[in-house]
């Protein structure tokens, strides 16, 4: 298997350092907002990278923080008059909403700052012992002259950084890269006891606790968006290495950017939908669906044209396993030597998406093949097929669309299957009793809900409208 590794701008073949285990830091969202869709996209990448692990027989440790300690929170909390605990607790609840939506798995652990306090200033305290940081006023900086791999990952040269315009010179700092581990409290903010003084943390020290703490030392994958290599990542391997004298993440991935007319989403630039938002239109499978339509280190657009696109894909697929479950249902015998043939011509598809997964998650790719399993099955599975066969090419399609986190056979959160059976159900029995009023009132509520139904042989069958 091969992962592009941020680190050695390669991509190389992916070993983890315990047979079979995994241990994966990926950095999650601060919570001071709902979600938008350009977090939504690590959320989407990352679990299925791991799926794909799980899918493989590695057990992953999964873990993924919350940022629950940060300006933007404590704005909004003295926006509010709330405390900010109620603005984090909140939005930590709805990022979970949507991550559930998404079919995103549950992280192993979720950490948040303040729970981590002590580890944290037990971090510090170490950096400052090796020589590694300073205090100035309450102010602790991490002198990245001490640490020598420093700009590593972003391929930043130190002197260069030094001389770059960009960086805010602060007076109390030795040298102008060098950045805050712990600061001291301000007036209406949160703050911890600390050996100096009264403070909170930076940003960057909490991942490179958190990872120590739940994972190790040296860690197999650390992930995130592209923005955060420079610098919170540059950030977090001098913390982490300075501190713990041994390499921190052995693969660095990064997703690319989800755009809007080529420009990033953030909430900063204005320019972006919640996740919620965007759920009220379409349902969290098309989201996940689009993300994946995408290699996840390119830059996406995002609009609802394309949204509207690939809802219609995902609906493609979903008919083939709704005609292949009803083919299952209706159906009866074991498969005929033609038809074990075609199966066995079936797992073809299963070595495509290996493929692809395995060439650093081409995730676009293995969406080809699902289509291509898609298009064999509509080709070669009939309402005549044997119900062994039926069930065979039905539980391969399963297969793959699970490893994407896809179910094809759940009704989306906008429709809902029982429904949508209880309603076809009812249109049966009025037809029955030559009621054909309710039977046409009942298939055009059907059709309000995006179904359509036709009647067969069989019975009836229904899908979505394409
Ligand atoms: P934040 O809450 O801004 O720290 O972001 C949480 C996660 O979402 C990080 O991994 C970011 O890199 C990622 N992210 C933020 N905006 C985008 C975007 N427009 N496209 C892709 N990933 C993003
Ligand atoms: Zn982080």
């Known amino acids: 298997m091969k992962i592009y590794n941020t680190l050695t701008r390669t991509k190389e073949e992916f070993v983890p350092m315990e047979a079979g285990k995994i241990k994966m830091y990926v950095c999650g969202p601060t919570v001071y907002d709902y979600i938008h869709i350009g977090n939504a996209r690590p ?27 940060d300006d933007k929170i404590i704005k909004r909390a003295n926006e509010e008059g709330v405390e900010s605990t109620v603005i984090s607790e909140r939005y930590i609840k709805e990022a979970l909403k949507d991550a559930a939506g998404l079919n995103v798995e549950p992280a192993t652990k979720n950490p948040k700052v303040t729970e981590e306090m002590d580890h944290i200033i037990e971090m510090v305290q170490t950096l400052i012992d090796k020589g590694h940081a300073y205090e100035v006023d309450g102010t602790v900086f991490f002198d990245t002259k001490s640490f020598d791999g420093y700009g590593k990952l972003s391929g930043k040269n130190i002197d260069d950084l030094m001389a770059g315009a960009r960086i805010d010179v602060d007076d109390n700092k030795k040298n102008p890269t060098d950045f805050v581990l712990w600061k001291p409290k301000k007036e209406g903010e949160p703050a911890w006891q600390s050996p100096w003084g009264e403070g909170r943390p930076g940003w960057h020290i909490e991942c490179s606790v958190m990872a120590k703490r739940y994972l190790g030392d040296t860690i197999d994958i650390h992930a995130g968006g592209e923005d955060l290599i420079f610098p919170h990542h540059e950030n977090e391997i001098a913390q982490s290495e300075a501190a713990n004298g041994v390499p921190f993440a052995r693969y660095w991935m990064h997703n ?7 420009i990033k989403m953030s909430k900063s630039k204005g320019n972006f939908f ?13 989201v996940r669906f689009f993300i994946l339509s995408g290699h996840y280190r390119s830059p996406i657009n995002f609009s609802r044209e394309l949204m509207t696109a690939a809802g219609t894909s ?22 005929t030597a033609e038809e074990k043939e075609l199966s066995a011509q079936a797992d073809a598809f299963r070595v495509q998406l290996e493929t692809a997964m395995e060439d650093d998650f081409n995730t676009a790719d293995a969406v080809t093949a699902i289509f291509d399993l898609v298009s064999f099955a509509n080709k070669n599975v009939k309402e005549t097929s044997s119900k062994a066969f039926a069930e065979d090419i039905l539980n391969k399609l399963l297969t793959l669309c699970n490893i994407l986190g896809i179910k094809p056979l759940e009704a989306e959160e906008k429709g809902d299957t029982a429904k949508i059976e209880e309603l076809i159900a009812k249109r049966t029995e009025a037809k029955k009793a030559k009621d054909f009023a309710t039977a046409d009132a009942i298939r055009a509520e059907l059709l309000e809900m995006g179904v359509v139904i036709e009647d067969t042989r069989a019975g009836v069958r229904w899908s979505y409208a394409k």
């Open 43 to 69: 959320y989407v990448i990352f679990d299925t990278i791991r799926r794909y692990f799980e899918y493989k027989g590695y057990s992953v440790n999964y873990v993924q923080n919350f940022t629950d300690v």
């Open 256 to 262: 690319g950017f989800i755009n809007i007319d080529n």
């Open 314 to 335: 995902l609906d493609r697929i979903k008919n083939c396993a709704k005609s292949l479950d009803f083919i299952v249902k209706n159906t009866q015998g074991e498969m």
């Open 274 to 286: 919640t996740l919620r938002e965007i759920a009220a239109e379409f349902p969290y499978d098309v």
